[in-house]
């Protein structure tokens, strides 16, 4: 795993809770879920790969 995946997803984390408090304090509160949720979403997929390899070498370790 990179280093590189730790600091995209700390610059989206830091990039969404800007917009979300800048869309909240102008009275778009569903735009501010919507953008939160969004953020969570882009994290996950980029996320999703090493989860399932952390699962494939947890099997192999087990299976032997």
């Known amino acids: 795993m990179s280093i590189h995946i730790i600091y ?3 610059a ?6 800007i917009l979300s408090q ?3 304090h102008s009275g778009r509160d569903e735009q501010a879920f919507l ?3 969004a953020g969570l979403i882009l994290v996950l997929l980029w996320i999703v790969p090493y989860i399932y390899e952390l699962f494939q070498t947890v099997e192999r370790m087990f299976s032997l």
Not at 12 to 17: E, F, M, N
């Open 35 to 37: 953008v939160s949720l």
């Open 22 to 24: 800048v869309l909240k």
């Open 8 to 10: 995209k997803i700390a």
């Open 12 to 17: 989206v984390g830091i990039l969404i809770s």
